[in-house]
């Protein structure tokens, strides 16, 4: 998430940060002319920002091929993060999701076992909201997570519906619909559950993967039916994919193109 509401950004900045994500994205070196035509930045622009940076230690430069790469400089803003609770390193990004839209966000693990733990929880000051109890344990197949996981796996419709038949549902939907709603998130990266998994609450979620595609830490919204429109909720999941990109992209390493979200 980004703090930008009410504020001017810096182009070059703006710049700067696309130069080097997609350095970071295509993992070999890149000439300034390959770099800007990618990014769409104008050459000169690009070349003078690509020699600030090297300057700067943030990109290294092979004099001989005339090429960029991401520069060990990095290291000094990135230490302060190595071995550090991935929980504490998300917790800025759902905080401000769950205060921004006025709801809670659960994180959870999604383990190899195919078992989902919430372990840990961001809310939103004064609003009323379920209490769902750290390491609480569900089938990965669970609620809305559970449909973004099976999607994520590329499950079959019979895998699925065996995950399915794993989950206690207190007002289950039909397999049929659970499917379709399972196909979609294949294609949007979100899912919902309307007081299906529990009743008397509307969840909407999204998961990250690692670099390998794997599923690894799942992000819902859970709010008391009728807190949120169809369009707040919309706006909720929307930022949760985008939470997940970001978490792909820089706890886990996975490059954007690869992103199911």
Known sequence: MTDDTGQKLVPAVQNAVTLMRRLAAHGRPMGATQIARETGLNVSSAFNILRTLSHEGLLSFDPETKTYRIGMGLMEFATPLLGANPSDVIRPSLTAIAQEHGVMIALWQI???????LTDR??????????LARNSRLPAFSGAIGRCYAATMGYDEARTRKGFETVRWQDAPS???YW???????????ASDRGQLYRGLDI??????DAKGSPRLGMSSITIAGQQTEKDLARVAGALA????????CLFSRPAETSNT
Not at 122 to 131: D, M
Not at 204 to 209: H, R
Not at 242 to 249: H, N, T
């Open 111 to 117: 383990t190899e076992h195919g078992r989902i733990v």
């Open 204 to 209: 909407v979620a999204s998961l990250a993967c």
């Open 180 to 190: 379709r709603d399972v196909q979609t998130a294949r294609e949007t990266g979100t």
């Open 242 to 249: 985008e939470a997940a990109i970001q978490i792909e992209r």
């Open 175 to 177: 397999f049929e619909s």
């Open 122 to 131: 961001f809310t939103a000051p004064n609003i009323l909201h379920a209490v």
